[in-house]
Every structure is written in C-alpha cells, then in structure tokens.
C-alpha cells in the first residue's frame, strides 16, 4: 500500500477514490425512497420509475462514446473536475424539481456527468499504475471506496428524506461535491507551483506519474473493440443490468414480503449487498496469484446468479433468509467477477499492439477502452430499471430465477473463451520473437543519440 501512495502518486490516487466514493454515494442515496416519494407526490407509476432511473445511464452510454477523445483533448484532470461539478449542480436540480419532466431531465444531466467522471478515473489509475499486480489493488480499493459509498449512500439519503424531505439529500451531496473538487483544485494549483519551483519527476500534461508519452489518434474505440474486449465489457453490463432491474423495486419488494419497516431499514437493507462485495474486491488481487482471472469472473457470476435465485424464493425460503441472503450473495459475486474485468481489458487490449512497449501500450488504450467498460456498464444501468419494471411487477418470483439462469450461461462462456487471462496474456508475450519483445531495450538505428 506504501507504494501505491508515494509521491505524486498518492494524490492521484486519493484524488480518483475520493471522486468515486462521492459519486456512488450520490448516486445511490435515493435509491430508498424515490419510487414510494414519486408515487405519492405525482402518481409516478413504476414504469415511469423505471424510465427516470434509466435516463442517467443511458445519457452516460451517449457521453462515453465520445469520452476517449474529450480526454485526449483536454485531459483527465479537466474531465474528472468538470463532470463532477455538473453532477452536483444536476443533483440539485433534481432534488429541487418535484414533477416527472424536470426529474427526466435533471437525471439524464446526471448521466452526462458521470461519463467524464468514471472514464477519467478509469484512464488515470490505468495510467499512473502500471508495477506488477498494481492496477488489480487498486481497482480492488476502487471498489471499495464505492461499495463504502453504495454503503453509506442508501443509508444516509434514507436517513436525511425521513426527517428533512426530499431536497434535503440532494443539497447536502451537491455541497460536498462541490467541496471536493474545491480540494481537487487546490491540489492540483499546489502541484503546479512545486512543479514550477523545482525540479520534479518528469510527467505528462495531466500531471500523471508518467514518461514523455505522446497521445496515440489511432487508438479508438473502434479500433479496440475486438470480440474478446466486447465478451468482457459485457460482464459490467450484466453486473449492473441485473442490480438495476432490482433496485426501483426493492423499497416496495421489501415492505410487501417483510412487513412494514421505514426508509432507514431499507436503506440499510439495500446497503447490504455491499459488505461482502467489499471484502471480495479486497481478496481478487490475493486470489489473482493462484488463479486466473477468468476463474474469478465465472464464478463472481454464478454466485451473483444464486443470490439472484433467493432473492425470488421467498417462499422456498423464508422471507428475511432470502432476501438477506440473496443480497449477501449478490454482493459477494459482483466483487469478483467486476474488479478484475477493467484490468483484463486493459492488458487484452495492449496485447493486440503489435511492436509497443507495455507502458506506452497501456497509455495509448486506457481512454479507449475505459470508454468501452464505462459505455458497457451505463447501457446494463439503463436497460436494467426498464427490464426489471417491466417484467419484474408481474412476477417477482420467476423473474429472479430467469435471470439466474442467464448468468450462469454467461458465466460458462466467460470461462471457455478464456477473457482476461494474464497467463495466457504472459503466454503470448513470450512466444513473440526475441528482437521483438526486446526491441525497447535495444539501440534504435533510427535515432542514433540513444546508443551508447
């Protein structure tokens, strides 16, 4: 941990934790109460429920598409900071609305927020930390900064709307965002100004732990969306389609099958999930030494898929065992089968690079491909909400168990086309010609200043 923390580094990575953390939270702090409050205040339906939990990611799908050239452009710092002031203003927009219209469109300003957001986090962390097994722990800590924010966002929003109103939540997140990027801000200046007075490690113009690498035009989306990339974004799909179907609902779910408990409870019920998803994002670096990483993500889903199965067998079960235990299961398999996805992305697609040395391959893709990942895991947020009112109201039991079945097909695709396995990665390494794999340590005759 000491060394993912040195230097300049270590701002890097509090910087894009912090951001993650506060946007979870933000985001998911009106999970509890939102569909109960629209219901009653306007006569919002759950479709209707649906169609406004679904406008943010997909505007977020929308703003990823173009996301890898923003950040080429103006760079990840730019990004990150503008996206989440247009998320804290866009969150208060919508907690101060009080019809379906105004909510649309506040929510769907949301979306385009968090596409710089999470793409330039994605990008940076790809790019500062490039050591052996460091992207894996610190998308690990990634996860659970934002579990520690699924956590405490649910809980807290619950908490504030039952004894302050609606508005309330939304205005104390606004002000906290707007808080830290005032921080965010204050460190970037302090950089500059220390950077200006002496002599500092060289960096890019982002202010990353990096060489003099130049940004790469060629590399797009396009151009690294091969099947192998697509088959492991769609895990992020899956991950947050399924969990999106569930969560307009659950507020009503809970209290028709477990009696009446208030919107603390269920904040706290729809918080759970992320303990044991925390603790597995925490394991995946351990357990990435002994297995592969295809192990790991086919059996996140399987697990992802039993906890949806008792979710749906309530009455196989009891009510509070399933639900409790679903949620436990649901948490669990995210966590390992969602943290090693990026990184295997990551390294597919610097594997398809031909003569490139490793960091300056991984500099090249990360904007591109965190644009696929974030893209991939806003279409599954989109789409869930709309599945999930759509058929899950009608038949809450066999829903579940339908999209059990689902996962655990996917799952055993997963495993046997072999994405993101980092010893079939090495393997191919290894099998390219000597003068290739050595080419960045050989003389170049082609600028004859860096021989000798």
């Known amino acids: 941990m000491a060394g993912l923390c040195r230097g300049g580094r270590g701002v890097v990575l509090v910087t894009c934790l912090g951001a993650y953390f506060l946007s979870m939270a933000m985001i998911y702090q009106m999970s509890p109460f939102f569909e109960v409050y629209a219901r009653k205040s306007c006569g919002a339906s759950s479709l209707t429920v649906g169609f406004i939990f679904a406008a943010m990611p997909m505007s977020s799908f929308v703003g990823n598409l173009g996301m890898d050239g923003m950040i080429r452009r103006f760079g990840v710092e730019v990004m990150m900071n503008v996206g989440l002031i247009l998320l804290a203003a866009s969150f208060l927009g919508f907690g101060l609305s009080q019809n379906v219209t105004g909510w649309l469109c506040w929510r769907s300003m949301q979306g385009f927020a968090t596409a710089p957001i999470y793409t330039s986090i994605s990008t940076r962390l ?21 579990n520690v924010g699924v956590t405490l966002g649910p809980l ?14 939304f205005i104390v997140s606004a002000g906290l965002h707007l808080l830290f990027v005032g921080i965010s ?21 982002h202010g990353l ?8 035009p060629t590399v797009t989306i396009c151009s ?9 974004s769609g895990i992020s799909t899956l991950c947050l389609g399924v969990w999106g ?7 009503d779910h809970f209290v028709k099958i477990l009696g009446h408990i208030d919107h603390t ?11 044991p998803s925390t603790f597995a994002a925490m394991a995946v670096p351990s357990l990435l030494r002994c297995v592969r990483a295809k192990w790991l993500m086919a059996g996140g889903l399987v697990i992802y898929g039993f906890g949806s199965f ?3 067998s309530w009455e196989l079960l009891s009510p509070w065992a399933s639900q409790i235990g679903g949620l436990l299961l649901i948490g669990c398999g995210w966590g390992l089968c969602w943290t090693p996805v990026l990184p295997s992305m990551v390294e597919a697609a610097v594997a398809q690079l031909k003569d490139t040395p490793a960091d300056q391959g991984r500099h090249a893709v990360s904007p591109a491909v965190s644009s696929v990942f974030n893209a991939s895991a806003a279409l599954g947020e989109a789409v869930g909400p709309l599945m999930g009112t759509w058929l899950l109201p009608k038949n809450f039991q066999l829903g579940p168990k339908v999209i059990a079945i689902f996962l655990v097909v996917y799952a055993a695709c997963t495993y046997f086309s072999d994405p993101g396995s980092e010893k079939g990665i090495e393997l191919q390494t290894e099998q390219l010609p000597t003068q290739t794999r050595l080419r960045s340590v050989l003389p170049n005759p082609e600028n004859p200043e860096l021989e000798g």
């Open 126 to 146: 790809a790019r500062t930390f490039t050591g052996e097994g460091e992207f894996h722990r610190v998308v690990g800590l990634q996860e659970v900064c934002g």
């Open 156 to 169: 807290l929003g619950g908490m504030l709307f039952q004894y302050g109103g609606f508005s309330l939540p």
């Open 185 to 205: 801000l204050l460190s970037i200046c302090c950089k500059e100004t220390k950077s200006g007075s002496e002599e500092a490690e060289p960096s890019d113009a």
């Open 209 to 216: 732990e990096a060489g003099p690498i130049s940004e790469d």
């Open 224 to 232: 690294v969306a091969t099947v192998r990339l697509l088959l492991l």
């Open 245 to 251: 179907a569930f969560e307009p609902l659950l507020a």
């Open 265 to 275: 409870f269920i904040g706290f019920l729809m918080s759970l999930s992320a303990v």
């Open 310 to 312: 008792s979710m749906g």
